[in-house]
C-alpha cells in the first residue's frame, strides 16, 4: 500500500526485489525509497532462512549493494 502511494507521485525509484512490503517512506530531498530493515529480515524469514542467515544474507547482499545514486535507504528500526 505504501508503495503503491509512492509510485503515484515518484516514477524514478530505483526499488529492491521483494520486498514491496517493507517499504516505509521516501526521502524527498533525493528521491530515494527508504526500506524498513526489520520488515526487510521478516520478509526473507517468510521464505524460510532463519534470522541469523536472514541478517547475513541482507547485509551482504541487499544493504550492502551500492547500484548508484538513487539506491535505497534502509531504515534500521529493530532497536
Known amino acids: ?3 503503491e502511494i509512492i509510485m503515484e507521485r515518484f516514477d524514478d525509484l530505483l526499488l529492491a526485489d521483494g520486498f514491496d512490503e517493507a517499504v516505509i517512506g521516501i526521502d524527498e ?18 521464505g524460510g532462512m532463519e534470522v541469523d542467515e536472514a541478517i547475513e544474507y541482507f547485509n551482504f547482499n541487499v544493504s550492502g549493494a551500492y547500484v548508484g545514486e538513487k539506491t535505497p535507504i534502509w531504515c534500521q528500526d529493530h532497536y
Do not use: P
Open 1 to 3: 500500500m505504501m508503495l
Open 29 to 46: 530531498s533525493t528521491d530515494r525509497i527508504v526500506y524498513s530493515v526489520s520488515k526487510c529480515i521478516k520478509i526473507l524469514m517468510s
